[in-house]
């Protein structure tokens, strides 16, 4: 009989390696291992909190909406279609989700060394109470294991929710929602606080792909004349209040492909929208009207009270041959250098210094964060350093994160930690990998008495839940 391998996260994991740094580590990640969780943006389905009805099998829910997974899976060769990856034009793809387990447990070594691995063996073992490695021998176990789990009512989401910690999560829907999963859990009685936020792309940036026919969508939905810059404004004004008053937001979110602001007259930016809105815009226009929007954005954002987060710098759908058969967020989106400096001039030359405004930046170019970001933290009232993002919410991307900002930014000039994930079982597997990668770094400060243990203490609550639960106000 063959003896599988067993599943057993050991306690000091990512805890440097020193075993003075590593004492003190261990001290600062209990003070904070059971802070409650502010999940402030991320992609979960409000559905499954407002239906609370149990997770679908294992496949459906680790494997096929994960593109963390199945992208490195497709690096090796491994077909989409075989992991359960549904493609748009209705072809072939696998259904049989034990195959599709399966077919994961083949390749589940591919994930060694990765966070993705890292998550998974939190979610496996500390959520399911899984305690044998996943491998091909042991996959239908495993599989029937979880999805008996899954069954009861203590892994509903909700349930799952409190047992997570979660004082507060927001999701991300466009303008054209009608969030009525937000309301219908406020309507529940349930006290779990998720919210939305606002991510206008499909209506600010007239080179997505949903531009043109969900601009006349916001003016219906609205009563606004968006066949002009005035009601185009008002039509995005009365949809930011809707997500307040209906979803909770407090935040807006624009993943735009550059960091370039502009801060035109009103009769310019007029003229420009006239263009956009008559599909006669060329690129050099479309790249003025995104930057455009996201000045008009902090300015909405100074009336509201809504924070505002810049998500740019990826370059999505560069595989054609993926994206044309399954569509976006299927794994073959990629990191690009990204300006910040000159970008963002005007907006914060109109912006820059009101107080009242928060603007969470994030990057996905590292080489950004000391050149860049850092500085532009460390003087600009209302600027905020986002967390190491996407490619970089991983153990060594958040340890260059703290290295490279804290010198110029400090502490106080970042918002904690942010999962921005799909997959809910990842919440607090990447919330607890976050903590342990903030306590070494502050250890390693200890420990070369350049801070104060009792100073340590404080930041690393602060890093776990104050900083995030002000910044996003929450």
Request: a negative charge; proline letters at 7%; one cysteine or more.
């Amino acid at each position: 009989m063959t003896t599988e391998a067993p599943l057993a996260p050991h306690p000091d994991r990512l805890l440097p390696a020193d075993p003075e740094t590593r004492a003190i580590a261990r001290a600062l990640y209990r003070s904070v291992r059971d802070l409650p969780i502010i999940s402030p943006h991320g992609h979960t389905d409000p559905s499954w909190f407002a239906e609370n009805q149990p997770f679908p099998d294992p496949a459906s829910l680790f494997i096929i909406p994960d593109h963390y997974i199945f992208r490195m899976l497709y690096s090796q060769g491994v077909p989409l279609e075989e992991l359960g990856v549904p493609r748009i034009d209705g072809g072939w793809t696998e259904t049989d989700t034990r195959r599709i387990w399966r077919r994961f447990a083949e390749n589940f070594h591919l994930l060694r060394g990765t966070p993705s691995r890292m998550w998974l063996d939190y979610a496996f073992h500390d959520i399911l109470g899984v305690t044998e490695r996943l491998s091909p021998t042991n996959a239908d176990r495993i599989y029937d294991q979880i999805d008996a789990q899954l069954k009861r009512p203590e892994f509903l989401p909700r349930a799952l929710f409190e047992r997570f910690r979660i004082e507060a999560l927001a999701t991300t829907e466009n303008p054209l929602d009608d969030l009525r999963h937000h309301r219908a859990i406020r309507a529940s009685g349930w006290g779990g606080r998720v919210v939305t936020a606002f991510r206008p792309d499909n209506v600010t940036d007239p080179e997505h792909p949903r531009f043109a026919e969900d601009l006349p969508e916001l003016g219906r939905i609205t009563g606004e004349d968006v066949g002009n810059w005035d009601g185009y404004l008002a039509a995005l004004r009365n949809r930011r209040r809707y997500f307040i008053e209906q979803g909770g937001a407090t935040s807006t979110d624009h993943g735009h492909p550059t960091a370039h602001t502009e801060n035109l007259p009103q009769e310019e930016a007029a003229a420009l929208y006239g263009r956009i809105a008559a599909g006669q815009a060329s690129a050099a226009d479309a790249e003025r009207f995104r930057g455009q929007m996201l000045t008009e954005m902090a300015r909405m954002s100074l009336d509201d009270g809504l924070v505002m987060q810049i998500h740019p710098g990826a370059l999505r759908g560069q595989n054609p041959a993926v994206t044309d058969s399954f569509g976006e967020a299927k794994g073959d989106d990629w990191p690009s250098s990204t300006e910040y400096v000159r970008a963002l001039k005007p907006l914060l030359n109109a912006f820059g210094n009101e107080r009242a405004l928060t603007i969470i930046l994030f990057t996905l170019d590292e080489t950004t964060y000391s050149r860049e970001i850092a500085p532009l933290a460390g003087h600009y009232p209302a600027l905020r350093i986002g967390p190491a993002w996407w490619f970089h919410d991983s153990p060594e991307g958040m340890k260059r994160f703290r290295e490279q900002v804290t010198e110029t930014g400090g502490f106080y000039n970042t918002v904690g930690f942010n999962d921005d994930t799909r997959a809910f079982f990842s919440v607090p597997a990447r919330h607890d990998l976050s903590r342990r990668i903030d306590c070494g770094f502050l250890a390693k400060l200890v420990a070369e008495h350049r801070i104060d243990q009792d100073e340590a203490f404080a930041v690393a609550e602060d890093l776990a839940y104050n900083l995030v639960k002000a910044a996003y106000r929450l």
